[in-house]
């Protein structure tokens, strides 16, 4: 272990890093209770316990390959976001069945590997502008805290306005307030493992107002679900709606862990004085197998989790702090029956709390240049307030292109982003 991780090296031991998987554990267990409420439910065969079993077993493997191939604190997980995406826009909005969705996902993960192998992911990151992957960031952040707010039945339909309070006083949206809440003080107070806390004291608390009732026969351990194994339909993979979820789904996966992988080598002091990450190839490489195995067992896309930075702060520094978290997703297969007895009012809080955190980058957007601020406007309040992800992306890159077109800084807007202009035009007229 000394020799494979280089312990000594990065100036760690093997107790420091376990603890440190331990707590990045705790830190994203909630997607083994949140993935299940959010894909489990779309129907069509697509079950809780089906996707919590993809959701276990493509966490722990993505983190084990992390940790084998580049020796990196980081893990993985099926991304919060992306499953929203997945669920209420491809599958709910757009009318795909999971099985297409699972495809695009799936092919998306075939391209993000061959990209991986290549330097053609360095050409794409780079074309995108900052300010816009931030406010992507920022966006889905938003749509993620209304679904939470929504589910919870803190928000509601108004009636005269499109949105309005629930009852505050029924148990559910009552009992999601004190859950985020009880998560907004563990994080000020720096708890490890403050979603999942929340989650879970919540759901004992459900349990014994006889909110959430244990129902008959239930037992802690049981076998897992089999999982929705290979079940892919290629029927329109070359239709233009499938490309612009595939898209989609490589974009995000691409930003997404680079902005990770980036984020958590800083607090671990893994970056070089050049600022280069080590083994960041075989790192995107692992992000990109981990994509691919989650849509083989039948969840969404899979990327490196910003919550293991959470380890890192433990002292995590080699592949054996995502070697421990990857065993313990595995283990976690076990535990199905307590994960999945976890109630909307548990995991709503847990939605609303990871808007929060997604919030961060709006600070770092220059919104005082128009030609930067007004596409990042737009993509942010796009994607709540139409309830759709891709079209908030679509508004943010047509409106780049067209202000900085417009004010004649036409050497600011790279080939690649013409490309996309030129698509999501097309998208415009085609709907």
């Known amino acids: 272990m000394e020799k494979f991780f280089k312990l000594r090296e990065r100036e760690t031991n093997i107790q420091t890093e376990l603890l440190a998987g331990f707590t990045t554990f705790l830190t994203m267990a909630y997607i083994l209770a949140v993935n299940p409420s959010i894909l489990g439910f779309i129907g069509d065969g697509m079950t809780p316990g089906a996707v919590f079993t993809a959701t276990a077993i493509s966490s722990g493997i993505a983190s084990i390959l992390m940790a084998l191939l580049a020796n990196l604190p980081v893990a993985l997980a099926p991304g919060m976001g992306l499953n929203s995406f997945f669920a209420f826009t491809v599958v709910i909005s757009m009318g795909y069945s999971w099985q297409l969705a699972l495809t695009a996902v799936f092919v998306a993960g075939i391209l993000f590997i061959i ?171 692992s992000g990109a197998l981990g994509a691919t195995i989650g849509a083989a067992f039948g969840t969404s896309t899979v990327t490196s989790y910003i919550e293991s930075a959470s380890g890192a702060a433990s002292g995590g520094k080699t592949g054996l702090t ?66 759709n992800i891709a079209d908030g992306i679509v508004y943010g890159i047509v409106s780049y292109v067209l202000l900085k077109a417009a004010t004649g800084r036409f050497r600011e807007i790279p080939v690649v982003i013409w490309i996309l202009f030129l698509l999501t035009c097309l998208k415009f007229f085609t709907r």
């Open 115 to 285: 990209l991986s192998l290549f330097d053609i992911r360095k050409a794409i990151i780079e074309a995108i502008p900052l300010n816009l992957k931030k406010a992507i960031a920022v966006g889905i952040g938003l749509f993620i805290a209304l679904l939470g707010f929504t589910n919870a039945g803190i928000v509601v339909v108004g009636e005269g306005s499109a949105l309005e309070l629930g009852k505050l006083s029924q148990p559910e949206p009552l009992l999601a307030i004190i859950g985020f809440v009880l998560m907004m003080i563990l994080y000020s107070i720096r708890v490890p493992g403050t979603i999942l806390i929340g989650i879970l004291t919540i759901t004992l608390v459900s349990i014994v107002m006889g909110v959430n009732p244990i129902p008959g026969g239930w037992k802690l351990f049981s076998m897992p679900e089999a999982p929705l194994f290979f079940k892919f339909d290629f029927s329109a993979m070359l239709t233009y709606k499938f490309f612009t979820v595939f898209l989609t789904f490589l974009f995000i996966n691409v930003f997404d862990t680079a902005g990770t992988l980036v984020g958590i080598c800083t607090q671990a002091r893994l970056i070089d004085k050049n600022g280069s990450i080590p083994q960041v190839n075989r790192a995107l490489l």
């Open 322 to 387: 995502a070697l421990s978290t990857g065993f313990l997703f595995l283990l976690a297969l076990f535990l199905s029956p307590l994960f999945l007895l976890i109630p909307v009012s548990a995991t709503a809080p847990a939605l609303i709390f990871v808007g929060f955190l997604m919030m961060a980058p709006v600070v770092e957007i220059n919104f005082k240049d128009p030609t930067e601020g007004i596409p990042c406007f737009l993509t942010i309040v796009i994607m709540p307030f139409a309830y």
